[in-house]
């Protein structure tokens, strides 16, 4: 009968835990937050830029363009549709009128005084 070489207890769980190519960057980042308030803040100051770069990257897919594609639509450099769509930086309204053009939509500014009546939000269409 082969010797079979037993695997320490830690490293048996750890490998349960983790696969070999490692964690998803959403999994990584849960953890990272659960160990750092000053993380945590970041990825409370980044948010709202976040959301605004999915927004853009699913019209900009959907409409079959590039980066640099896009960038031509709005007037601006390929660098920045980079940030936005990093989700990193703020972006202005200008810029995001400038987007809701290119995508032949409308930009819509709103504000949230009690995100748990989001049906009564007050939005505003700028042209």
Request: net charge positive; glycine share 6%.
């Amino acid at each position: 009968m082969p010797k079979t070489k037993s695997i320490p207890k830690k490293t048996a769980i750890a490998n349960a835990i983790v696969s070999p190519v490692g964690s998803t960057h959403r999994a990584a980042s849960r953890r990272r937050a659960q160990r750092s308030a000053v993380y945590r803040q970041e990825l409370a100051r980044i948010a709202p830029y976040e959301g605004i770069a999915r927004i853009v990257i699913a019209r900009r897919q959907a409409l079959g363009l590039t980066q640099q594609e896009l960038a031509e639509r709005v007037g601006t450099s390929h660098s920045v549709i980079s940030r936005i769509e990093s989700g990193q930086h703020p972006t202005s309204v200008t810029t995001l009128r400038r987007l809701a053009e290119a995508f032949g939509t409308h930009l819509v500014v709103g504000f949230e005084d009690q995100p748990e009546k989001a049906s009564e939000l007050q939005l505003v269409a700028v042209s």
